[in-house]
Each structure stands twice: as C-alpha cells, then as structure tokens.
C-alpha cells in the first residue's frame, strides 16, 4: 500500500512536475507477466525513476544496512525503500549473490517485474562496464523476457556522492524485449550465461550511447581506492 500512494499520491506527482520524465520505447514493457528490466547504473536516482514512470510494480533488492540505520535518517531511509518497492538482502558471506538471485525469482514467479543492474554498482564515471552473470542466471531460471533500460543522463542530475539533485529533465530510453528461451535449460552454463550477458550489455550500450568498457566497475573501484 505505501508503495502505491508514494507513486501515486505523495512523492511520484512531485517528481513527475519537478523533473519531467522523457520517455522513450516505455511500449516495449509487457503490461502482464514476469519481466527483467536491466538497467545500466548511474546514480542512486536509477531506482526512484525506473518505478516512477512503469505502471507495474517494480521490485529491486538493496543492501539490508539500508533497512537497519538509527535515527530519522535511518529511518526515513528505510521507509523510503519499503515505499519503492525494494527488498532487503543480506549481501554479507559467499551467499549474497544467491539470496539477491533468490529474491528476485520470486517476484518472477509471480508474474511480476524485477529490476536489475548488470553491472552490480553504479558506474564511476558513466561509462558502461562488463556485466555480471547474475542477470542471465536470473533470466534463464525464471524464462522472463529482459527489457534492457537506458538511463541517459541521471548521473548529471544526481551525481554520485551529491545529495541534493539538479532540477532538470531525467531521460529513460527502454529497448524492445530480449528472449532467451532458445537457452531453456542452461542455467548454470558459464559460457551460455556470459553469452547472454554480453548481448544485453550490447543493447545497453546502444541505446544508452555510453562508452563500453570490459572490466567490472567494482574492479576499477577497488583499484582506485
């Protein structure tokens, strides 16, 4: 219920009026069954538009320390991913990326629409980097389409690091749906899943216009720091 009236009463007519989202290809979205929207990752803004603008529910799954602050601002950090839609998963130990993978199967399952970041963190400097596997595994386990998502410029409205965002016209492009079901029953394939991860990394590096790089963004930010 929170997440309805935050989209459609509280905070989605206020973002909707302050940043006007532009939208193109939001026809490529299936109105009924499950859907894997694969988005490339610019800044925390990503998984406030995304939902905003799809009529359907989408769910995303966050670290659990975001649920677990003290305080108002923890508080009011919790609430507002409870009111999006997001889950908790604990991301600690050698079964995050299986509890994540979990989680999202199923609101799969269900018939719902589960959101996705290939690359696994936001870029550092808006290019595109190789994604993770996870995506395919999700992808070939649950038989859902794969509608990759472009944001184009949230990283100049939201930069990483800065709290307060610039007042100006988010932009989404989405692609037509990606089908994967010639791969039933490869999960678990390295070769198939990293095939089918590198063709969504392709759409999204097409319509979103980025610079691809082929090396994980975790990788590069290690290194730099």
Known sequence: MLYWLLKYVILGPLLKLIFRPQVEGLHHVPATGPVILASNHLSFSDSIFTPLIIPRKVTFVAKAEYFTGKGIKGWLTKMFFVGTGTIPVDRSGGQAARAALDTQLQVLRAGGVAGIYPEGTRSPDGRLYRGKTGVARLALESGAVVVPVAMLNADEIQPPGKLIPRIDRVRIRFGAPL?????????GDRF???????????????????EYVDVYAQKLKLVAA
């Open 179 to 187: 089908d994967f079901t010639r791969y039933a029953g490869m999960a």
């Open 192 to 210: 198939v899943e990293r095939a089918v991860t590198d063709e969504i990394m392709y759409e999204l590096m097409e319509l979103s216009g980025r």
